[in-house]
């Protein structure tokens, strides 16, 4: 197991690809910018509840989120300043943006990799983190199942390479330490 978490607010790059693996970038946004952005989300994005498929019973996910077409949707105007920062800083065409609010440390997202049917192949999936830093646990899926723990940090981009997720499984656990609310703002490119 390697705690990542140890060199917390450094670049880290624990997993590494033909196509970047995954990397953490902390400060690409300044708290207070990233505070109105939160305040912004929290009171204006269109929230849902989804439900999953768990052993055959339709489930609640431990969260709420809501899904954004860049060029399409009307997006919160500061969400839209943040989509043209991330494009740039990675230098990748997103236009698509999913958001998770995590209420509190009881909220979370199971391990999963991110279904790439309807990605653009070559291109990164960024998480951009608001509010309550969480803990993100990435995981190979192969045998001995090496993983890593990385402190999400707000105004941080989590990157994880389009390959990346053919070979890791990544989650938020449950937190019960985490007493306040955490928005996500995942940006990929659909390409239709
Ligand atoms: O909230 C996060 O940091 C991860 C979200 C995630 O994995 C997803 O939206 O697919
Ligand atoms: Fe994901």
């Given at each position: 197991m390697h705690q990542a978490s140890l060199f917390a607010a450094q670049p880290q790059h624990p997993i590494l690809d033909a196509e970047g693996g995954v990397r953490y970038l902390p400060d690409v946004f300044a708290p207070d910018w990233c505070a109105r952005l939160f305040a912004e989300l929290w009171d204006g994005a269109a929230w849902n509840s989804e439900q999953r498929l768990m052993y055959e019973r339709l489930v609640e996910v431990p969260r709420r989120v809501a899904r954004y077409r860049i060029g399409r949707d009307r997006l919160p105007p500061l969400l839209e300043t943040a989509a043209g920062r991330v494009r740039e800083v990675l230098a990748a065409p997103f236009d698509s943006i999913g958001l998770n609010l995590?209420?509190?440390?009881?909220d979370s997202v199971a391990p999963h990799n991110d279904k790439l049917h309807d990605l653009v192949p070559g291109q990164p999936i960024a998480v951009l983190s608001l509010g309550a830093t969480r803990r993100m646990t990435i995981r190979a899926?192969?045998?001995?199942?090496a993983s890593w723990h990385i402190?999400?940090?707000?105004?941080?981009l989590l990157v994880m390479s389009h390959a990346s997720q053919h070979h890791y499984d990544h989650g938020i656990p449950k937190d019960p330490g985490v007493t306040d609310a955490r928005i996500s703002a995942a940006f990929r490119v659909r390409g239709d």
């Open positions: 995590y209420r509190d440390g009881r899926k192969r045998k001995p199942h402190e999400l940090e707000p105004g941080s």
